[in-house]
């Protein structure tokens, strides 16, 4: 059964620091890995998708890696700002089941000024 | 842009009385969703509906029916809630299921059983 694992839970730290969220998944055979946002109260919100076949993808400040080989994905965040203190999430595609996302239970940020 | 709405956006209820839960997209998705969140445990999936007319059951559907009414509308509905019901509910949809577009996600809907 495939489980995802995002370490750390939480994470504080100041303005300006360049951060790496971690993402682990147990079965290799993936589809397409996607990371999100959540902000308190609100819904989630797609950053990246990386399909199985890529190695990263970037979008402004944030880069996101897959190594399938490893079930790792991490998340690169430049330059943090307090606006982006969220909780992110990331969630894999399996291949044999690609109706289904399977979530990690995601790492709370705070950036502080 | 609405996206994905959600109605309502939060509910108390005692045990053993029912309600549904409202979705609809206006993204002209085929795939619809709905996932809870819980504490500690991420997101799992209670139902999805690949196309019009189709649903099928996901990680946790015990407790739990839906209708995909239309395109647009795809509905989660409690006939018995029970405390262990408590949970954030959110819709999402997608352009299809084969996996390769990102999904959409409603606010949310807070469900309270008291």
């Known amino acids: 059964k495939q489980e995802v694992t995002q370490i750390p839970a939480a994470l504080s730290v100041p303005e300006g620091e360049n951060l790496v969220l971690n993402c682990s998944f147990t079965?290799?055979?993936?589809?397409?890995l996607q990371w999100f946002r959540q902000d308190p109260g609100k819904g989630l919100t797609s950053l990246l998708l990386?399909?199985?076949?890529?190695r990263e993808q970037t979008s402004g400040r944030l880069n996101a890696s897959l190594d399938k080989s490893s079930g790792r994905s991490t998340l690169y965040i430049a330059a943090s700002q307090p606006g982006d203190s969220a909780t992110y999430l990331c969630a894999v595609r399996e291949v044999y089941n690609t109706d289904k996302l399977i979530f990690g239970t995601g790492t709370r940020l705070q950036v502080f000024p | 842009n609405a996206g994905v709405t959600q109605t309502p956006k939060f509910q108390v209820l005692k045990t053993g009385q029912s309600m549904t839960l409202q979705c609809a997209q206006d993204?002209?998705?085929?795939?619809m969703y709905w996932y809870r969140q819980d504490p500690g445990m991420g997101l799992r999936l209670i139902y999805y509906s690949a196309s019009e007319g189709t649903t099928d059951k996901g990680e946790v559907p015990n407790g739990y029916n839906v209708s995909r009414l239309n395109k647009r509308e795809f509905s989660l509905r409690l006939e018995s809630a029970a405390p262990s019901q408590t949970s954030v509910y959110f819709c999402?949809?997608?352009?299809?299921?084969?996996?390769?577009?990102?999904?959409?996600f409603g606010a949310g809907s807070r469900l309270t059983v008291l």
């Open positions: 993204m002209n998705h085929n795939s």
């Open positions: 079965d290799s055979a993936i589809y397409n």
């Open positions: 990386i399909q199985s076949s890529q």
């Open positions: 999402a949809s997608s352009r299809d299921g084969t996996g390769a577009n990102v999904l959409t």
